[in-house]
């Protein structure tokens, strides 16, 4: 099993700046995923990070508002840009092997408040 | 694109009745796992079904996977006030890109 870790746990955000949340993992792991929860809704995929190169997007999300880097297998960033108060959310992070009979592994979550 | 269903929205029941929510996904799946959301937590894995058909057992709680592999249901037996949160299925798709989609939640109260 992988434990993830995520940084910071929560932070009140003004509008229009931006945080970068980082994802540490324990192990490798060929998978890194980040996933948004809105208030009282599932979570959405955001994208998929792939070491050392572009991540691929889910619709509705695009690289200049959540800009995602993973330089290596155990790490990855995701920056939530130019905040408003509707980026308000959960931002989880996590991580699986890629075979399709194996575990996904979530982290503790970034709790975003933007004023 | 592939949807993930899940009925009912919420569910209140007294302390020691049944609760069952139900996974319904648009597309044949390869597995299906199901988290647990505490209030202010985040999403815990319970367990992950893979065969058609297939039904696994944690104390009180039971899943199934379908047949057809569409669905799935979760069952907890005479309910206890820790069992409140959100109940999530995931869903990954039987072929094509490796990324799993969650349901829409089933929210379970549990009144002592």
């Known amino acids: 099993s992988a434990v993830i870790s995520q940084k910071p746990s929560r932070d009140i955000c003004q509008r229009g700046t931006s945080l970068t949340i980082q994802c540490q993992v324990d192990?490798?792991?060929?998978?890194m995923f980040w996933y948004r929860q809105q208030p009282g809704q599932s979570l959405t995929l955001i994208a998929t990070a792939n070491q050392g190169s572009e991540a691929t997007y889910e619709s509705g999300f695009v690289i200049d508002k959540f800009p995602i880097s993973r330089p290596n297998l155990t790490f990855s960033t995701l920056t939530v840009s130019n905040m408003s108060p509707e980026d308000s959310s959960i931002y989880l992070c996590?991580?699986?092997?890629?075979?399709?009979?194996?575990?996904?592994?979530f982290g503790p979550g970034t709790r975003l408040t933007v004023l | 694109g592939q949807q993930v269903m899940q009925i009912p929205q919420y569910q209140h029941v007294q302390e020691g009745e049944d609760f069952t929510t139900y996974c319904n996904s648009s597309t044949t799946l390869s597995n299906i796992q199901w988290y647990k959301q505490r209030p202010g937590g985040h999403p815990v894995f319970l367990i992950q079904?893979?065969?058609?058909?297939e039904v696994k057992k944690q104390k009180r709680l039971t899943f199934q996977f379908g047949e057809a592999k569409k669905n799935s249901s979760l069952h907890i037996t005479a309910t206890q006030t820790t069992d409140v949160g959100t109940y999530f299925c995931?869903?990954?798709?039987?072929?094509?890109?490796?990324?799993?989609?969650f349901g829409t939640g089933t929210r379970l109260k549990v009144l002592a």
């Open positions: 996590s991580g699986g092997t890629g075979v399709r009979t194996d575990t996904q592994y």
């Open positions: 079904l893979v065969k058609s058909g």
């Open positions: 192990s490798q792991v060929t998978m």
């Open positions: 995931a869903g990954l798709q039987e072929s094509g890109t490796y990324k799993y989609i």
